[in-house]
């Protein structure tokens, strides 16, 4: 998988965000997009939010048990 397709980069994000505590600089690469500002850019496009607010929401989503 030399080159991931974008919707594929941005699932892979969308769940290290709610899963993780990594740093969001660290998920863009790690989910092989560019920078922090395109994950924010590509986020917004498509769910409405920034990655901050997208973990926000994702974690209260979460049972607490399963929330980290």
Same mark, same amino acid.
């Given at each position: ?8 980069? $941005? ?10 505590? +990594?740093?969001?600089?660290?998920? &863009? =690469?790690? !989910? ?10 590509? $986020? ?10 997208? +973990?926000?929401?994702?974690?209260? &989503? =979460?049972? !607490?048990?399963?929330?980290?």
């Amino acid at each position: 998988p030399h080159a991931w397709p974008p919707d594929v980069r $941005l699932a892979r994000a969308r769940a290290c965000l709610v899963d993780t505590t +990594r740093p969001i600089a660290d998920i &863009a =690469l790690a !989910s092989r997009i560019s920078d922090q500002s395109a994950l924010t850019r590509a $986020l917004r496009d498509r769910m409405g939010m920034t990655p901050g607010a997208y +973990r926000r929401t994702g974690r209260r &989503a =979460l049972p !607490s048990s399963v929330a980290r």
